[in-house]
T-cell receptor, first 111, second 118 residues
Framework: GQQVMQIPQYQHVQEGEDFTTYCNSSTTLSNIQWYKQRPGGHPVFLIQLVKSGEVKKQKRLTFQFGEAKKNSSLHITATQTTDVGTYFCAGGAGGYNKLIFGAGTRLAVHP | GAVVSQHPSWVICKSGTSVKIECRSLDFQATTMFWYRQFPKQSLMLMATSNEGSKATYEQGVEKDKFLINHASLTLSTLTVTSAHPEDSSFYIC??????????????FGSGTRLTVV
């Protein structure tokens, strides 16, 4: 079946360092979405990318969707302790636009 | 923005009993809701897609008779874990997509239900 792979699984950074997480799909996606989940919380929507090669920015976060619509990345510039959490990508595909989630990248930021 | 209310937030039940989890879309109509299961420090695994007025579509490996889904109205979907066993202990979470328009703002998740079966 369709899979969305996400790396790295876990990343430690010092506050102020940059962070990137990558997603790859085994098939072409209709769209890709990114979510953030704080410990003990539920996923919170960050953004959706639909177009091939699309790049979107939200303050220190930059999201990219690959030309082939099979991969995506999230880059955080100058991390802060508030960025701590697990970042999930989720590919949209199949009937009813169901989302297939990547494994997530758990980000730890040390002050 | 769109809000999905899910309850209970947590529940502890005895082995063999059934537990019902509710998800309500508060300020929009949801023709489709999705039910996920999440184990500690793991990703969300899609269990089933709930469609208003019709049978749910289950993912491969998910027992239909074990996890009963009902989507009786445009604002309510329920997941019933029947004859619960300790291995059913998990974090269950629903999400919904707004009706009548492309969801350019993503899917809204409920706050999740932590089920512990003892």
């Amino acid at each position: 079946g369709q899979q969305v792979m996400q790396i790295p699984q876990y990343q430690h950074v010092q506050e102020g360092e940059d962070f990137t997480t990558y997603c790859n799909s085994s098939t072409t996606l209709s769209n890709i979405q990114w979510y953030k989940q704080r410990p003990g919380g539920h996923p919170v929507f960050l953004i959706q990318l639909v177009k091939s090669g699309e790049v979107k920015k939200q303050k220190r976060l930059t999201f990219q969707f690959g030309e082939a619509k099979k991969n995506s990345s999230l880059h955080i510039t100058a991390t802060q302790t508030t960025d701590v959490g697990t970042y999930f990508c989720a590919g949209g595909a199949g009937g009813y636009n169901k989302l297939i989630f990547g494994a997530g990248t758990r980000l730890a930021v040390h002050p | 923005g769109a809000v999905v209310s899910q309850h209970p937030s947590w529940v502890i039940c005895k082995s063999g009993t059934s537990v019902k989890i509710e998800c309500r879309s508060l300020d929009f109509q949801a023709t489709t809701m999705f039910w996920y299961r999440q184990f500690p420090k793991q990703s969300l695994m899609l269990m089933a897609t709930s469609n208003e007025g019709s049978k749910a579509t289950y993912e491969q490996g998910v027992e239909k008779d074990k996890f009963l889904i009902n989507h009786a109205s445009l604002t309510l979907s329920t997941l019933t874990v029947t004859s619960a066993h300790p291995e059913d202990s998990s974090f269950y979470i629903c999400s919904a997509r707004a009706r009548d328009r492309e969801s350019n703002y993503g899917y809204t998740f409920g706050s999740g239900t932590r089920l512990t079966v003892v």
